[in-house]
């Protein structure tokens, strides 16, 4: 068998016995990522603080998905 054969007899294989949804979350295991999600992180991070944080959040959450009963985030200190 060639490596493309035993590939493909391999992905039918798991695709048989895990289904289609068992079959991808096993092979998302082995999936490394890509990118540098600490340097990321810190770009999409620097200089904003809580209360444009909890801003956005407001403007993106639907007004129908508010939480009832909670205390206002936006009086927390920075």
Known sequence: MTLDQIRL??????????GPVGMV???QQFETGRG?????RHEWLSGRTVREFVSELRRQR??????QGR???S????
Request: hydrophobic letters at 45%; aromatic letters at 6%; zero cysteines.
């Open 36 to 40: 540098d999600y600490s340097a990321e």
């Open 9 to 18: 007899a391999g992905l039918d294989a798991l695709a048989r016995e895990l």
């Open 75 to 78: 009086d927390a200190s920075p």
């Open 71 to 73: 205390n206002s985030v």
């Open 25 to 27: 979350r096993f092979l």
């Open 62 to 67: 639907p007004a129908s998905g508010a939480v």
